[in-house]
């Protein structure tokens, strides 16, 4: 008897896995979505047993990512939930973790579909709110702080992320902790809080120190120490920050990543050289070793991560190199998309312009001490509106030691003050012969009494 009720497991195995091969061998997408749906709904019996779960799975992956060709369809990805509720009953709650998160990164891999996963997200937090699945709702509601945070959705991946962080610490998930933390730094980084982006990542540091955290998370932490540093124009501890984090994603084969990383340490290469960094972090025989090391890098990995990343920040170089706007404008129009659409590149690529341009301004006035701002436009190839605005911000930063004549459309250039030894002085004594005076009456208040 019970070798006819193992007969009968394997024939039902067998038919679960023909039809699931032949649902694979369909060709129309709506008779394979049918077989791969009756799959899913169909063989009940088989929900616990172990091949026939993996044949659910294969099932749901595979519907998915029918879904996913037409983008009509996509939002039907969270019908597969619903449709498979019978079989995630039967299955541990990790196993139903791990199939979800299969659906997303299926719905990740449509280009341009950051709606589409945002939707996801909340339908399956709704899902998971009914289902009472309180572990995979706050690892689903990470996924959409993230997928918030690459929609330009700050001040939303804010809001959740802070409410999501105090669950998190009551439950003192460390790892979830490190990731939420890490994407909190993010969001402060894109809305310039320097300050509170760096407390985030030393919360993510200080939880990781408590457990294990893995090669990509590690990365990621470099990757946000780099961005910070270089936010606060320390390029040679921000390029270093980099380095690891491009050697780590280069070793897991992170291509992506890599290539980004590459094209930070580029950035910080570029902005150390033009003397954009802190005064206090000029090139030392550290650094300059450090640029040695970055140029058989990129020596090393040109061919490997060549491509319009790295042509882009070649072209900002070369146009920083020869100070030159025309070159640095056509620069970013020609790589407008690598340029434009990173926000730390972009950031700083419109520091290194105004940075540029004062140089050039300053080089063109200096011989003068009055000049027309419309022969200074002309001689920059620059709008006068623009060229005005411009020395008007450099002579309120002090910048520029002069005025604009706005009615004769003239700038006037002074001359540096010196500073007299006589003035400062004078200035001393008088201080002195008033601490002296006042030492005088206190001791002559103290003989009154």
């Known amino acids: 008897m019970s070798e006819d009720i193992a007969m009968e497991d394997v024939v039902e195995v067998d038919a679960l896995q023909e ?27 088989r929900n616990s047993d172990e091949i026939g779960a993996r044949c659910k799975e294969e099932a749901i992956y595979k519907l998915a990512r029918l879904y996913a060709t037409e983008a009509s369809r996509v939002t039907e990805i ?34 341009g579909s950051l709606e589409v996963q945002a939707e996801l997200c909340r339908q399956i937090v709704a899902w998971c709110k009914q289902e009472k699945r309180t572990f995979l709702r706050q690892r689903v509601e990470s996924r959409l702080v993230s997928v918030d945070y690459e929609r330009g959705r700050y001040d939303e991946a ?60 590690q990365a990621q932490l470099d990757e946000m120490s780099g961005t910070l540093h ?37 950035l910080c290469q570029i902005l150390d050289d033009d003397g954009l960094g802190d005064v206090n972090n000029k090139a030392t025989a550290q650094n300059k070793k450090k640029k040695k090391h970055f140029t058989a890098i990129q020596t090393k990995h040109q061919l490997k991560y060549a491509g319009s990343d790295l042509d882009s920040m070649a072209a900002v170089a070369k ?72 020395l008007a911000q450099m002579i309120l930063d002090k910048k520029l030691n002069g005025t604009l004549a706005q009615g004769t459309g003239h700038l006037i250039v002074h001359a540096a003050l010196k500073n007299d030894p006589t003035y ?26």
Not at 182 to 195: D, G, Q, S, T, Y
Not at 254 to 259: E, G, I, L, M, S
Request: hydrophobic share 45%.
């Open 319 to 390: 146009a920083a190199k020869t100070r030159s706007l025309d070159a640095f404008e056509a620069a970013t129009a020609t790589y407008a998309p690598q340029l434009n659409d990173d926000l730390l590149v972009k950031h700083h690529l419109d520091q290194l312009y105004d940075h540029i341009l004062e140089r050039n301004l300053t080089k063109i006035i200096e011989p003068f001490s009055r000049c027309e701002i419309d022969h200074i436009a002309t001689l920059i190839d620059l709008p006068p509106a623009k060229v005005e605005h411009k």
């Open 230 to 266: 270089c936010e606060e124009s320390d390029y040679a501890t921000s390029y270093s920050y980099f380095l690891e984090a491009f050697e780590a994603y280069d070793t897991l084969d992170d291509t992506k990543r890599a290539a980004k990383c590459l094209k930070y340490m580029l």
């Open 19 to 45: 039809a699931l091969d032949a649902a694979g061998e369909e060709v129309n997408t709506e008779a394979a979505i049918k077989k791969y749906s009756e799959i899913l709904t169909g063989f009940e019996d």
């Open 78 to 111: 969270v019908g597969l939930l619903n449709m498979g509720g019978t079989f995630f009953g039967a299955i541990a709650k990790a196993k139903t973790a791990k199939i979800v998160r299969g659906l997303l990164d299926i719905a990740s891999e449509i280009p």
């Open 158 to 217: 804010l809001v959740l992320v802070n409410r999501l962080l105090k669950e998190l610490k009551k439950l003192d998930d460390k790892q979830m902790l490190v990731e939420s933390h890490l994407i909190e730094a993010k969001i402060h980084a894109a809305l310039r809080n320097v300050p509170k982006s760096k407390a985030a990542l030393t919360a993510a540091r200080t939880n990781g120190n408590a457990v294990y955290v893995g090669p990509v998370v």
């Open 424 to 449: 400062q002085a004078a200035n001393d004594l008088i201080k002195n012969m008033g601490d002296v005076v006042t030492s005088l009456f206190k001791r002559a208040d103290s003989l009154d009494a």
